[in-house]
RNA sequence: GGAGGCAUAGCUCAGUUGGUUAGAGCGCUCGCUUCACAUGCGAGAGGUCGUAGGUUCGAGUCCUACUGUCUCUACCA
């Protein structure tokens, strides 16, 4: 059959060698088409991306917005256009990609939206690390300018991601990529901003922020990174203004002195309640600041006195609040001490820590430095220590957002996978505190607040302002700061399906389904998605949160630049192709947990497709030029009806594991049935037929070869989209693409229950046979009888199997004559003999069968114990009980059997 | 300080409402150029499921404590 697939592969491979494809060259294509056949080799580079080519040019990654229709939908986490793909997004892709082809292929109205995000302070710091090679300062470039470079660097890094991601073969539609920045996002910001605005929601005030002085930007908390670090504690005292005592504390960050306006005890301290009230001096500024008494202060720790600096450190600030203090700020932006530092004004931080601890020790003041560890705060960005530094800035209000951003998740309009992430989830919602959300960056979402310089009034509206609305005045201006980048990717699911516009992708598509990502950004993203999606639209953002784990090196390691450690999916997909990459991602990983991309692991997965692709050339060369028959037109051999049983089974574990998002197990279930029970037995035992005489037999047999392969690669599809296709279009009656057939269904009429039963019992003795002539050391090629006493009649339907698969001249169907020495096989259908001769070594022999009766005997007692349990037999269930007395009887009839076998022996 | 994860074969890890003789890959041993595949085939060795209790007819799985280990979170100056 002629499919739209291979005329396009023969089209692209015209003109790959310089043809003009029209009307002349339709003879080469139909000839290409006739012939086309899979290569000798499984060689993922050679059809990837003409695949990837013919989906999109077939349109199948686009679905219509049909409001009411069943629909599974997914919103990509955009990757920032700072950088380039990365292993975590490879994994990421391959979770979301299989989901999609899942459901697409089940039938849903299918969309998986991607879109990049335009990171704000990561990609601003990048431009201005590019301009500083230039010997460009940000501030000469100015605000505009600046932005042009921005959208440049958007428009080429941006475009470079999404081109890295189509080669992983995701089924996104590309019709609808969307950017946080493009007209409708930004347009949900400021729709989003104002609202919340108006609502109170949103204030400006004067706060403790983590302040990055080479970014110069204000944080918000989940911004910031803390690491342990060794550090000192300067104890040292502040002197009582009448020159009587001195108060002595233990600092980290002496040069905050500066900055104090209190020192602060225990009000239950009996050590100090004669100080509170009486003023200290702090040197070097000569201030005169109270002593006052706080519960704040623990007294067992320290000496049970805290110096106090409400602009630079969070706990101060509160104290400074509840006792009325002054807020002295000592240090710039950038990190240097301002005026208010004295003798220190322009020196670094660290430099003024220096030196105030020279100085300080100079006037015999310093008591005691201690070595001490300490957690310190630094940018996720840059990675410099933050200051806590007050500041006026935007803040989110969290508390009225947060209650019902707990209430979804709390009554399971949205669920976590694994469930343990939703405790995190709790554990940051219920004590968040606001969100601050101004930056002090120029690449981003501006406040759209506006101040008005002559009566001080305030504006935020949906339009820009051009007047003040309260006195008139044209002498207005916009805030200059921009929003946190995770502002705008906040409202990603709703922004990019255009609820603020009203839009038919939102009715059909929202909520999404599912999201997924790393556990690392719950906070910064998932948990803030779900707060303003309620808050917007009244739903959640999506029903289900599959997270998944870092991807880590052979020895355990994050993959990170400075460790050169790092897989690059670009490179790993040249070499591998994008199944092995993502099968190899997804295949046996648990949800939720950390994931070693070894090469082992890569060499394994490389393997099993290898495997695929030989099984398929196994039938598809079989197949070639021959009719077929459906499978209810056929008369199904013993092997037939067991292997379309156990496809079943995998039908239906794989289809109730996906629906449970349970990937990695679903496609651990695939591969054990196709190599472990398809390749290994299923192919075996067609064998004879294929090889056979009787065209009946085996145009029936090909008939379910062909179509266990169809199933086989339709359930494999959503893991290993590529080398699926490929074959698929290879397949005899192959319908358009594999993407769009539907996915296997269970399937009642295939169903043999006991011919199951019976090939699993030949493939013991098979197994046990061949243990026998590889412990005998009988050589592969040499073929020999086999004498079979059956327990089980049905057995003899099995003589050819037996035949091929243990090499044998021929299969008698009863006992051996009376002087042959032979091995037995005891198995639960028959028990076999195997004429050895000489080669048989009669206490090697009594060795083997003593060591299988004991396992046998391990099992009765067990079986037993269970059986007179009075407790197991009135509480197990019916059918359990009922299993383990058959296994006793089996057990009985195997034992009787080795015994009387070891009595001839003995 | 708070929360959570993990501990199963030599290594890396599966094991979802408790229920066959606890599995896989790699590694290891032995044997095979068997006409889809040596990126392969066949056979095999290897685990008292971290420790101690408890619940149960029944525990790798549930509960408690402990030990070791990792992560997140808070930020006691």
Same mark, same amino acid.
């Not at 997270?547 to 897989?567: F, Y």
């Given at each position: 059959?002629?499919?739209?697939?291979?005329?396009?592969?023969?089209?692209?491979?015209?003109?790959?060698?310089?043809?003009?494809?029209?009307?002349?060259?339709?003879?080469?294509?139909?000839?290409?088409?006739?012939?086309?056949?899979?290569?000798?080799?499984?060689?993922?580079?050679?059809?990837?991306?003409?695949?990837?080519?013919?989906?999109?040019?077939?349109?199948?990654?686009?679905?219509?917005?049909?409001?009411?229709?069943?629909?599974?939908?997914?919103?990509?986490?955009?990757?920032?256009?700072?950088?380039?793909?990365?292993?975590?997004?490879?994994?990421?892709?391959?979770?979301?990609?299989?989901?999609?082809?899942?459901?697409?292929?089940?039938?849903?109205?299918?969309?998986? /939206?991607?879109?990049?995000?335009?990171?704000?302070?990561?990609?601003?710091?990048? +431009? *201005? %690390? @590019? &301009? #500083? =090679?230039? $010997?460009?300062?940000?501030?000469?470039?100015?605000?505009?300018?600046? /932005?042009?470079?921005?959208?440049?660097?958007?428009?080429?890094?941006?475009?470079? +991601? *999404? %081109? @890295? &991601? #189509? =080669?992983? $073969?995701?089924?996104?539609?590309?019709?609808?990529?969307?950017?946080?920045?493009?007209?409708?996002?930004?347009?949900?910001?400021?729709?989003?901003?104002?609202?919340?605005?108006?609502?109170?929601?949103?204030?400006?005030?004067?706060?403790?922020?983590?302040?990055?002085?080479?970014?110069?930007?204000?944080?918000?908390?989940?911004?910031?990174?803390?690491?342990?670090?060794?550090?000192?504690?300067?104890?040292?005292?502040?002197?009582?203004?009448?020159?009587?005592?001195?108060?002595?504390?233990?600092?980290?960050?002496?040069?905050?002195?500066?900055?104090?306006?209190?020192?602060?005890?225990?009000?239950?301290?009996?050590?100090?309640?004669?100080?509170?009230?009486?003023?200290?001096?702090?040197?070097?500024?000569?201030?005169?600041?109270?002593?006052?008494?706080?519960?704040?202060?623990?007294?067992?720790?320290?000496?049970?006195?805290?110096?106090?600096?409400?602009?630079?450190?969070?706990?101060?600030?509160?104290?400074?609040?509840?006792?009325?203090?002054?807020?002295?700020?000592?240090?710039?932006?950038?990190?240097?001490?301002?005026?208010?530092?004295?003798?220190?004004?322009?020196?670094?931080?660290?430099?003024?820590?220096?030196?105030?601890?020279?100085?300080?020790?100079?006037?015999?003041?310093?008591?005691?430095?201690?070595?001490?560890?300490?957690?310190?705060?630094?940018?996720?960005?840059?990675?410099?220590?933050?200051?806590?530094?007050?500041?006026?800035?935007?803040?989110?209000?969290?508390?009225?957002?947060?209650?019902?951003?707990?209430?979804?998740?709390?009554?399971?309009?949205?669920?976590?996978?694994?469930?343990?992430?939703?405790?995190?989830?709790?554990?940051?919602?219920?004590?968040?505190?606001?969100?601050?959300?101004?930056?002090?960056?120029?690449?981003?979402?501006?406040?759209?607040?506006?101040?008005?310089?002559?009566?001080?009034?305030?504006?935020?509206?949906?339009?820009?302002?051009?007047?003040?609305?309260?006195?008139?005045?044209?002498?207005?201006?916009?805030?200059?700061?921009?929003?946190?980048?995770?502002?705008?990717?906040?409202?990603?699911?709703?922004?990019?399906?255009?609820?603020?516009?009203?839009?038919?992708?939102?009715?059909?598509?929202?909520?999404?389904?599912?999201?997924?990502?790393?556990?690392?950004?719950?906070?910064?993203?998932?948990?803030?998605?779900?707060?303003?999606?309620?808050?917007?639209?009244?739903?959640?953002?999506?029903?289900?949160?599959?997270?998944?784990?870092?991807?880590?090196?052979?020895?355990?390691?994050?993959?990170?630049?400075?460790?050169?450690?790092?897989?690059?999916?670009?490179?790993?997909?040249?070499?591998?192709?994008?199944?092995?990459?993502?099968?190899?991602?997804?295949?046996?990983?648990?949800?939720?947990?950390?994931?070693?991309?070894?090469?082992?692991?890569?060499?394994?997965?490389?393997?099993?497709?290898?495997?695929?692709?030989?099984?398929?050339?196994?039938?598809?060369?079989?197949?070639?030029?021959?009719?077929?028959?459906?499978?209810?037109?056929?008369?199904?051999?013993?092997?037939?009806?067991?292997?379309?049983?156990?496809?079943?089974?995998?039908?239906?574990?794989?289809?109730?594991?996906?629906?449970?998002?349970?990937?990695?197990?679903?496609?651990?279930?695939?591969?054990?049935?196709?190599?472990?029970?398809?390749?290994?037995?299923?192919?075996?035992?067609?064998?004879?037929?294929?090889?056979?005489?009787?065209?009946?037999?085996?145009?029936?047999?090909?008939?379910?070869?062909?179509?266990?392969?169809?199933?086989?690669?339709?359930?494999?599809?959503?893991?290993?989209?590529?080398?699926?296709?490929?074959?698929?279009?290879?397949?005899?009656?192959?319908?358009?693409?594999?993407?769009?057939?539907?996915?296997?269904?269970?399937?009642?009429?295939?169903?043999?229950?006991?011919?199951?039963?019976?090939?699993?019992?030949?493939?013991?003795?098979?197994?046990?046979?061949?243990?026998?002539?590889?412990?005998?050391?009988?050589?592969?090629?040499?073929?020999?009888?086999?004498?079979?006493?059956?327990?089980?009649?049905?057995?003899?339907?099995?003589?050819?199997?037996?035949?091929?698969?243990?090499?044998?001249?021929?299969?008698?169907?009863?006992?051996?004559?009376?002087?042959?020495?032979?091995?037995?096989?005891?198995?639960?259908?028959?028990?076999?003999?195997?004429?050895?001769?000489?080669?048989?070594?009669?206490?090697?022999?009594?060795?083997?069968?003593?060591?299988?009766?004991?396992?046998?005997?391990?099992?009765?007692?067990?079986?037993?114990?269970?059986?007179?349990?009075?407790?197991?037999?009135?509480?197990?269930?019916?059918?359990?009980?009922?299993?383990?007395?058959?296994?006793?009887?089996?057990?009985?009839?195997?034992?009787?059997?080795?015994?009387?076998?070891?009595?001839?022996?003995?």
């Amino acid at each position: 059959m002629k499919s739209n697939y291979a005329v396009m592969k023969a089209e692209l491979c015209l003109e790959r060698q310089g043809f003009f494809v029209g009307r002349k060259q339709l003879e080469t294509v139909k000839k290409y088409t006739e012939k086309y056949m899979l290569e000798k080799t499984y060689n993922p580079t050679t059809f990837e991306h003409d695949l990837y080519y013919f989906w999109m040019k077939q349109g199948y990654f686009t679905p219509k917005a049909e409001i009411g229709k069943p629909y599974f939908s997914i919103v990509s986490p955009p990757p920032n256009i700072t950088g380039q793909l990365h292993i975590g997004h490879g994994l990421d892709n391959a979770i979301m990609d299989t989901i999609v082809r899942f459901k697409r292929m089940q039938g849903f109205n299918t969309l998986w /939206l991607p879109g990049t995000d335009h990171a704000s302070i990561a990609t601003e710091v990048k +431009i *201005v %690390e @590019q &301009l #500083k =090679k230039e $010997g460009i300062d940000k501030r000469d470039l100015g605000r505009e300018k600046f /932005l042009e470079r921005a959208w440049q660097w958007k428009e080429q890094y941006g475009g470079r +991601i *999404v %081109e @890295q &991601l #189509k =080669k992983l $073969g995701s089924s996104c539609d590309w019709s609808r990529l969307s950017f946080t920045m493009d007209e409708k996002c930004s347009e949900a910001v400021r729709k989003q901003f104002v609202s919340m605005y108006k609502k109170g929601l949103i204030y400006r005030g004067n706060r403790i922020i983590n302040w990055c002085p080479v970014c110069k930007t204000a944080l918000s908390d989940a911004e910031v990174e803390y690491s342990e670090q060794d550090g000192y504690f300067w104890h040292y005292g502040y002197t009582t203004s009448d020159g009587k005592t001195t108060v002595t504390f233990a600092t980290t960050r002496p040069e905050t002195m500066l900055g104090d306006t209190a020192v602060a005890v225990n009000p239950n301290d009996p050590r100090y309640t004669h100080l509170v009230g009486k003023t200290v001096i702090v040197p070097f500024v000569n201030r005169e600041i109270p002593v006052i008494a706080d519960e704040y202060v623990d007294m067992e720790f320290g000496t049970g006195v805290v110096k106090i600096t409400p602009a630079h450190d969070p706990n101060d600030f509160e104290v400074g609040v509840r006792h009325n203090l002054p807020v002295i700020r000592v240090m710039n932006d950038d990190g240097t001490m301002n005026e208010n530092a004295g003798e220190f004004a322009g020196l670094d931080r660290y430099e003024a820590r220096k030196r105030i601890v020279a100085r300080l020790k100079e006037m015999g003041i310093l008591q005691k430095v201690e070595p001490h560890k300490h957690n310190v705060g630094s940018c996720y960005r840059c990675h410099t220590t933050v200051e806590p530094i007050v500041s006026k800035q935007w803040f989110v209000k969290m508390q009225p957002l947060a209650e019902p951003a707990i209430k979804a998740v709390r009554d399971g309009e949205i669920t976590f996978h694994p469930e343990r992430f939703a405790k995190t989830y709790f554990n940051w919602m219920e004590n968040i505190k606001d969100w601050c959300i101004s930056r002090q960056l120029w690449w981003g979402h501006r406040i759209p607040v506006w101040y008005c310089e002559d009566c001080g009034a305030e504006i935020c509206e949906e339009t820009d302002p051009t007047v003040c609305p309260k006195c008139g005045s044209e002498h207005i201006h916009q805030d200059e700061d921009v929003l946190d980048t995770w502002f705008s990717s906040a409202l990603w699911p709703f922004s990019t399906l255009g609820y603020y516009r009203g839009s038919d992708d939102f009715k059909a598509f929202f909520p999404t389904s599912v999201l997924s990502c790393g556990y690392d950004i719950i906070f910064f993203w998932v948990a803030r998605m779900i707060f303003s999606s309620l808050y917007a639209t009244g739903q959640v953002p999506f029903r289900h949160v599959l997270m998944h784990g870092i991807v880590r090196d052979e020895q355990g390691r994050k993959m990170s630049k400075s460790l050169g450690n790092g897989v690059d999916p670009v490179e790993f997909i040249d070499k591998y192709g994008t199944d092995t990459l993502r099968f190899a991602l997804i295949n046996g990983v648990a949800n939720g947990s950390d994931i070693r991309f070894a090469p082992d692991k890569i060499d394994g997965t490389r393997n099993f497709m290898n495997k695929v692709w030989n099984a398929s050339r196994f039938v598809l060369m079989n197949a070639e030029g021959k009719a077929l028959v459906p499978l209810d037109e056929c008369k199904l051999t013993l092997a037939d009806k067991w292997i379309l049983t156990k496809l079943n089974d995998a039908v239906q574990t794989v289809t109730e594991l996906l629906e449970k998002y349970e990937l990695g197990m679903a496609s651990q279930t695939l591969y054990d049935f196709v190599w472990s029970e398809f390749c290994d037995w299923y192919i075996e035992f067609t064998k004879p037929v294929l090889y056979g005489t009787d065209e009946i037999a085996r145009r029936d047999t090909l008939s379910v070869l062909c179509y266990v392969l169809d199933e086989i690669l339709k359930l494999l599809h959503p893991f290993a989209p590529c080398i699926t296709e490929e074959i698929y279009q290879s397949t005899p009656n192959h319908g358009e693409s594999i993407m769009i057939a539907r996915f296997p269904e269970y399937d009642q009429a295939h169903c043999f229950a006991d011919d199951c039963n019976l090939v699993e019992e030949l493939k013991e003795l098979v197994t046990k046979i061949r243990n026998i002539r590889s412990e005998y050391g009988v050589a592969p090629s040499k073929r020999i009888r086999l004498y079979v006493a059956a327990t089980d009649e049905r057995i003899r339907q099995c003589d050819v199997y037996l035949t091929k698969l243990c090499n044998l001249e021929e299969v008698v169907f009863e006992s051996a004559p009376a002087g042959d020495k032979t091995v037995k096989a005891v198995g639960t259908a028959a028990t076999c003999e195997v004429p050895l001769g000489d080669l048989v070594d009669k206490d090697k022999e009594i060795e083997r069968l003593t060591k299988e009766l004991e396992n046998v005997n391990g099992e009765i007692t067990r079986a037993e114990s269970k059986l007179s349990n009075p407790g197991f037999l009135a509480k197990a269930p019916a059918q359990l009980v009922e299993n383990e007395k058959a296994k006793l009887t089996k057990y009985r009839d195997l034992k009787a059997q080795l015994e009387s076998r070891l009595g001839e022996l003995k």
